[in-house]
């Protein structure tokens, strides 16, 4: 009798660990980094991104999620231009505050880069001749 007592409260420590693990927030698990795409008119402009050159338009690149990018363009001949990205909460981290309804756990996958997205993805760039 005390055997079975014993083996039901190790499997109730267990399934409660197990079930706590798995809401803790599907945004820890997303990807921390997302492609940006920039292209100018004319092409072959430099990109900077958070003051890291990246390349030459047009180009996709790698951005971490968890804050904002400056994004500057420029062109010998040309005037440079500037565009911050703004983060907006993912697919992933709405079914996160969704779940934080139910359990407060899934919350904490809030804290993650995963919960977060660049929007838009997508920048043109138009340079100006200098004057």
């Given at each position: 009798m005390e055997r079975i007592r014993f083996?039901?409260?190790v499997f109730r420590q267990v399934t409660i660990a197990v079930v706590t693990v798995s809401f803790t927030g599907c945004s820890i698990f997303a990807p921390s980094m997302q492609r940006i795409q920039v292209s100018?008119?004319?092409d072959g402009a430099t990109v900077v991104a958070g003051g890291t050159p990246v390349g030459e338009t047009p180009i996709q690149f790698e951005a971490h999620r968890g804050k904002d990018l400056?994004?500057?363009?420029?062109k010998p001949?040309?005037?440079s231009q500037f565009r911050t990205t703004s983060r907006t909460l993912s697919s992933i981290g709405t079914v996160d505050v969704i779940g934080?309804?139910?359990i407060l756990l899934p919350l904490l996958g809030l804290l993650s880069s995963g919960a977060w997205k660049h929007d838009p993805e997508t920048y043109g760039f138009v340079l100006e001749p200098e004057k």
């Open positions: 083996r039901w409260h100018s008119s004319p400056l994004i500057e363009v420029k001949g040309y005037q934080a309804y139910f």
